[in-house]
């Protein structure tokens, strides 16, 4: 049964085209993946799903009376003071609320002789509905949920306020499970998510027997966990019923046919123009004319959509030999240290790998070696001869309504502005989003704006947190080639093993030094 129906639907930003005339239907049940290049208005579309955007034209049509549950970053800002756990417990909020009724009818029924069978009537419907919507199980869902996002290595009495964007976003992705709503609109779940949480999560989601719509870069744990997938591109919204897996089989094909259907089509024009050529003038003039107008009728197909693959390289600095940075008994966090003293050799051209669980100091480590924290105790030694390019997982900007291109020209005053397109082409930033405020910009568009900023300056040590983060497919590959080739150092954070493996030498395990 179709739970949700959306019938041509056509949406613009600025002069982009996202959709148009799209149509689509989500099924009762049904585990749907959304994917496209970045940019291509998968969060808009859930945006439009949520009524969060009016589409320009289109007609989104839920089934009434289903429960709609999207990931809001900003759900916890009037319950900051909260701790984790009691913010969780707001998932409940009713079934709490029902207990203190049913609680409060059975002290009322003891006070109340007279009135006490009324009063325990009362009690009974209110305990019927407490058991009928699993309220004793409550407890034990909590904390498999706490233990399956590892919400309990935060500390479940530490308030919202005192998070980090990351432990906020699991803390909210927990609630909104707990909340059970009939259908899950998720945008990057994975996002700040260990392997170990993926991997419950994925299994989460697949014994679920709610729908959902879920946006992912991590093709392995939509392989999991859909079994149909949105595809989203050049302005169409197609569905494919099938595994991730599927779905790359189905679109080979379906392009493949396409494309000999386009060449087919183009042989012909090509033939029926000669004949026209050939005959206009002469005796087969008419016939001639009658395939003129044949040509001139013809739905003409539009060119196969082929991406141009993505090449770019980080300048190397002079590499030289030996040490470029090196810690002695390093102590790091704020008030407190998040890890134990640390003693790090970073040699030139070597390639390491930050690993551990969230929250356990991963990035605190990478702002204290590049100077942006002060130690705690310790010392941090960069010797003379390093050039460090740091790449931040935020997508934080000093005036996030400058366009890029306003950014890039106060970066580098010299350059002309086609030259700044040009840097900003690099990163399939097109000149229409370069002129647009940073803060309109997709996930995707911002981290690819970073990123083209880090390719600008000359380093032998590349220190990267999270770089893959909100990147589509076709970037995270060229990215992948371009760390490949760098001759220099790498330090990397990074919680998608496939993008390191083979190429990374050394593994910093911070999970194993706070055993």
Known sequence: MSICNVAHLTHQFDEKILYQDAEFELFNGEHCGIVGPNGAGKSTL?????????????????????????????????????????????????????????????????????????????????????????FYEVEVIIEKTITGLGLDQIGLDKPLCQLSGGQRAKVILAQLLLKNPDVLLLDEPTNYLDHEHI?????????????????????????????????????????????????????????????????????????TEEYIRRNIAGVNTRIAQGRRKQLERLERLTPPDSPVP???????????????????????????????????KIQAGEKWVVTGFNGIGKTTLLKTLIGELPPLQGSVRRFETLRITYFSQTLSWPDPKQSALALFSDCYPRKTLQ?????????????????????????GEQARVKLCLALQQESNLLILDEPTQHLDEWVKKALKEALQRYSGAILLVCHEADFYTGWVEHQLSLRSLVR
Request: with cysteine; proline share 3%.
């Open 419 to 443: 030259e700044l397109r040009f840097l900003l082409a690099q990163c399939r930033i097109s000149h229409e989003l370069a002129t647009r405020p940073l803060d309109t910009l997709s996930g």
């Open 310 to 344: 993505l090449h770019f390289d980080f300048p190397v600095a002079s590499i030289g030999q030996g040490i470029l940075l090196e810690t002695s008994e390093l102590s790091v966090g704020y008030e407190r240290p998040l890890l134990p003293e640390l003693d790090l």
């Open 46 to 134: 859930m945006k439009i799903l949520t009524e969060q955007i009016s589409p320009d034209q289109g007609d989104i049509r839920w089934q009434p009376g289903i429960t709609i549950g999207a990931l809001n970053q900003q759900a916890w800002t009037d319950q900051a003071e909260m701790t984790i756990l009691e913010f969780l417990k707001t998932a409940y909020q009713t079934l709490w609320q029902w207990e203190s009724q049913m609680n409060e009818a059975y002290l009322k029924a003891a006070e109340e002789v007279k009135n006490s069978e009324h009063w325990l009537k009362k009690a009974g419907r209110l305990q019927e509905q407490l058991n009928a919507a699993g």
């Open 199 to 271: 991997v419950w999560l994925a299994e989460m989601l697949r014994q679920r027997t709610g729908a959902f719509l879920v946006i992912t870069h991590d093709f392995d744990f939509l392989q999991q966990i859909a079994a149909s997938i949105l595809n989203v591109e050049w302005g169409h919204i197609t569905k494919y019923y099938g595994s991730y897996d599927a779905f790359l089989r189905q679109k080979e094909h379906r392009q493949k046919e396409y494309r000999r259907q386009y060449e087919a089509q183009q042989e012909k024009i090509k033939k």
